[in-house]
């Protein structure tokens, strides 16, 4: 009996530590491998005061960005790849340094401003952000959905028949990615 009790206790210590060191690269493991594809961007903000406007970025991005796709290596080096359809004056790659923090519950984007928080249309052009420290909402082998925000000066005009004033604002963005 006692010899059942520590083979027993020995599977169960060998489990688990196996599992915690397993876990602690898990994310940075699934990130590093294939080629992560943008398939759904929206951003929300305060349009007016009390009221939240959501906008869908998929349907206002120029058809060429569609195929773009991000790759993760384990220098902590990454590349936005423009795929077969291409914007005008689009690179193939598009550098950015990556790395997780907190647990990797947060993954920090630096020089990431053509993927994150770019809007990438001709009928609204904004300037992508360099920096993000994004919460990673979900996570799994097949998907990524990251939230993040940004502070952002907008124009208020209640109506077109008086003058607008620029207010600041945050705007909150969520983009989901998928292999």
Avoid at 14 to 43: P, Q
Avoid at 72 to 77: A, H, L, R, V
Avoid at 147 to 162: A, C, H, R, S
């Amino acid at each position: 009996m006692k010899q059942i009790i520590l083979a027993l206790s020995v599977i169960l210590a060998l489990g688990a530590c196996t599992k915690s060191s397993t876990s602690v690269n898990e994310t940075s493991e699934i990130l590093r491998v294939g080629k992560w594809r943008m398939t759904a961007y929206t951003y929300k903000y305060e349009k007016t005061p009390g009221v939240d406007t959501v906008i869908d970025v998929m349907l206002k991005r120029d058809t060429c960005y569609s195929d773009d796709y991000l790759t993760f290596d384990s220098s902590y080096n990454g590349n936005q790849h423009s795929a077969q359809l291409k914007c005008a004056g689009e690179l193939d790659q598009m550098p950015f340094n990556w790395e997780l923090k907190d647990n990797q519950k947060t993954l920090i984007l630096n020089n990431a401003q053509f993927t994150i928080g770019n809007i990438s249309s001709t009928s609204t052009p904004t300037k992508g952000l360099e920096y993000v420290e994004a919460k990673i909402t979900k996570m799994n082998k097949k998907s990524m959905t990251i939230t993040y925000q940004n502070k952002v000066e907008i124009l208020f005009q209640p109506d077109k028949t008086v003058e607008g004033t620029f207010i600041e604002t945050t705007l909150y963005y969520t983009q989901t990615f998928e292999k």
